[in-house]
Nanobody, 113 residues
Framework: QVQLVESGGGLVQDGGSLRLSCAASGSIRSMGWYRQAPGKQRELVAQ???????DYADSVKGRFTISRNNAKNTVYLQMNSLKPEDTAVYYC??????????WGQGTQVTVSS
């Protein structure tokens, strides 16, 4: 059973920074972050493979950085220059080497103007 535990969400001012963490169990191929704002569908924010290749949504490029510690099965999302439109519940996700997809419980990120 693959489980994910997220931490690091909170309230921050416009232009501030937050760092999200997500610890996974099992053998993981890829990890990433999605977010869902009120009235919106869940969208991909960033993803990273075990080899270190990354992909970002256009809306966060240059502001967010995803990184990974493979030995600890942990993924991080460093969020800088946060904007009110970044306000959402952020969900960690991971795909195991067996093809199973797991989701974290979600962590609230709120950016005030």
């Amino acid at each position: 059973q693959v489980q994910l535990v997220e931490s690091g969400g909170g309230l921050v001012q416009d232009g501030g920074s937050l760092r999200l963490s997500c610890a996974a169990s099992g053998s993981i191929r890829s990890m990433g972050w999605y977010r869902q704002a009120p009235g919106k569908q869940r969208e991909l924010v960033a993803q990273i493979t075990s080899g270190g290749s990354t992909d970002y949504a256009d809306s966060v490029k240059g502001r967010f950085t995803i990184s990974r510690n493979n030995a600890k099965n942990t993924v991080y999302l460093q969020m800088n220059s946060l904007k009110p439109e970044d306000t959402a519940v952020y969900y960690c996700t991971a795909q195991s080497v067996y093809g199973m997809r797991a989701w974290g419980q979600g962590t609230q990120v709120t950016v005030s103007s």
